[in-house]
Structure formats: C-alpha cells, structure tokens
C-alpha cells in the first residue's frame, strides 16, 4: 500500500485560502484514485473532493458544500495530489484527510480507500 502523508493545514481567516499537498511514496500514485476527506469533532468523517486515474479522464468530484470554492488536481510526476481551498468558511474547520483508491472510480464510498494519510488540520475563524 502506499503511503501518504498531508501538509498545507493552518490557521485562516474566514474568505481566505489554503493549498494542501498530499505526498505519495512506496508506489505510484498514478495507479491510484485520490480523495480528500475530513472530519470535524464530534462528526463523521465526509467526503470532499476527488480525482480519478489520468488514464480515464482526471475526472473530478466534489462535495455540495466545497463545489465553486474547492479545487483538486494531481502531479503523477511529482507523486502528489493538491487540494486548493478558496473563500474558506468557518464550517470548514476540519482535519483533512487524503486517501488512495486502487481498485475502482467511486469517490464517495469511504471503504473503497485502501490508503490514508495521517491528516492536517484546518482551521478558519470568523
């Protein structure tokens, strides 16, 4: 499995923006769907963004609550995926999360991640 590991979380003022970066190393993220997740405390952790396999399209899927304001994009050079954060609003106070997907497109579906990361935490005040 590979491994993953998030950075980019702080601390943000309400309408501002954050980058996350996610980190790949003992494989290649080429072979894998990734996905962005958080949890907030006392939640469950939900599904924000994804990204599919570049042989298929690089398609993309967002949450509802982050569409127009959120963007994910992957560097399979780089072995990295990116989650750009714009106009940040204090329900996006969370601990993000990046996952990996091997085996099949269905960004939503938590089980289908074989891999996380240990997350980043953001926080954006009012």
């Known amino acids: 499995q590979v491994q993953l590991v998030e950075s980019g979380g702080g601390l943000v003022q309400a309408g501002g923006s954050l980058r996350l970066s996610c980190k790949a190393s003992g494989g290649a993220l080429s072979t894998y769907c990734m996905g962005w997740f958080r949890q907030a405390p006392g939640q469950e952790r939900e599904f924000v963004a994804a990204v599919s396999w570049r042989w298929i399209g690089a398609k993309t899927d967002f949450a509802d609550s982050v569409k127009g304001r959120f963007t994910i994009s992957r560097n399979d050079t780089k072995n990295t995926v990116a989650l750009q954060m714009n106009n940040l609003k204090p329900e996006d106070t969370a601990i993000y999360y990046c996952?990996?997907?091997?085996?099949?497109?269905?960004?939503?579906?938590?089980?289908?991640?074989?891999?996380w990361g240990q997350g980043t935490l953001v926080n954006v005040s009012s």
């Open positions: 996952a990996a997907a091997h085996s099949r497109w269905n960004p939503r579906k938590i089980d289908e991640y074989d891999s």
